[in-house]
């Protein structure tokens, strides 16, 4: 029960940051737009666009979110593995989607999976992204590397940090 509750408040708040980035950049471009426009047409227009910016944002982000909680959920009898993964990068890659090579070094003595959830997030800490990625077969006192993709493109330089880390 405490951990849907914290995952709820986790996506909420996930939810928040995006819209208020979102909705800040959106009242940034109408208040420009609003300055030069020649007319209230123009101005409306510009609201619309801003409007309808600023909810597929926050549903990409919300959709992302509850998508890679739900493929952590799926991983079964996992242990809490954060302090053996660590993020290089993030890079972009050739079809402009963020990518953040992820390491995984098994500190058991047994071959392990692990399954990570990674955040992208903007220079101010807002949440812009998570994706989930599998690393197999890492065997005993080893590492092995992932590369772990933005469902989308990402404006500025995202930053790409380990959100949940689950070896298996």
Do not use: Q, W
């Not at 597929?56 to 991983?75: D, N, P």
């Amino acid at each position: 029960m405490n951990r849907t509750r914290t995952r709820a408040h986790a996506r909420t708040h996930s939810r928040a940051h995006a819209t208020r980035l979102v909705t800040a950049a959106a009242a940034t471009a109408l208040l420009a737009l609003s300055t030069t426009a020649c007319s209230e047409s123009d101005v409306d227009k510009a609201k619309d666009r801003a409007a309808s910016a600023t909810a597929k944002a926050g549903e990409a982000v919300s959709s992302a979110t509850e998508a890679a909680a739900s493929k952590m959920a799926e991983v079964k009898d996992g242990v809490d593995a954060k302090a053996d993964v660590k993020v290089d990068g993030p890079t972009k890659s050739e079809d402009k989607r963020t990518a953040a090579k992820i390491t995984a070094t098994n500190s058991t003595d047994k071959k392990a999976d692990y399954t990570v959830s990674v955040n992208f997030r903007d220079s101010d800490g807002n949440l812009l992204d998570t994706a989930v990625l599998n690393i197999s077969d890492v065997d005993p006192a080893k590492s092995k590397s992932g590369t772990a993709r933005s469902n989308r493109s990402l404006s500025g330089t995202p930053k790409a940090e380990i959100g949940k880390a689950l070896r298996h």
